[in-house]
């Protein structure tokens, strides 16, 4: 990355003691920063930008995530490569996840072992995953399996 671009990033944050540096630059609804079009070319997420500032190009299918659970910290030191089960993994071992303590589904069933997937950060039921798509197909499979052939 250019120096322009390092200065630029360098002036949207603060370095506290903790050794935490906060982006006080813009922020999406969410809590983590922005990098807007002047400074990343394109908008994207401050913690995404400073990893590549500071290590290089992202590889595809992985997430840039905080050791320090702090959404808008932009440190290097503080941030690590994972993918989204290591992120939704954190979550639950961190208590970050908010239906972390739940043990069973809204139907009841065990919301663990074999019967657990975690997928973009939620865990779900497999039992009633099946079950939707089972009935979605019966509602749907005939003609739906019909048009896409057709093409």
Request: net charge positive; glycine share 10%.
């Given at each position: 990355m250019s120096l322009e671009i390092q200065d630029k990033f360098e002036s949207k944050l603060v370095k506290l003691f903790c050794s935490c540096w906060i982006w006080i630059g813009p922020m999406f609804q969410n809590g983590y920063g922005e990098a807007t079009k002047g400074i990343a070319g394109?908008?994207?997420?401050?913690?995404?930008?400073?990893?590549?500032?500071?290590?290089?190009?992202?590889?595809?299918?992985l997430s840039v995530l905080h050791r320090c659970d702090v959404k808008c910290c932009v440190s290097p030191e503080?941030?690590?490569?994972?993918?989204?089960?290591?992120?939704?993994?954190?979550?639950?071992?961190?208590?970050?996840?908010?239906?972390?303590?739940?043990?069973?589904?809204?139907?009841?069933?065990?919301?663990?072992?074999?019967?657990?997937?975690?997928?973009?950060?939620?865990?779900?039921?497999?039992?009633?995953?099946?079950?939707?798509?089972n009935l979605w197909w019966s509602i749907?499979?005939?003609?739906?399996?019909?048009s896409r052939r057709r093409g």
């Open positions: 394109s908008r994207k997420r401050a913690h995404r930008l400073a990893w590549e500032i500071s290590r290089g190009v992202i590889p595809d299918g503080h941030l690590y490569l994972g993918t989204a089960l290591d992120n939704a993994r954190d979550a639950v071992e961190r208590g970050q996840n908010f239906k972390a303590s739940r043990t069973r589904c809204e139907m009841g069933y065990p919301l663990y072992g074999n019967n657990l997937r975690i997928y973009r950060g939620k865990r779900i039921c497999i039992f009633c995953q099946r079950s939707r798509t749907h499979g005939v003609s739906y399996r019909a």
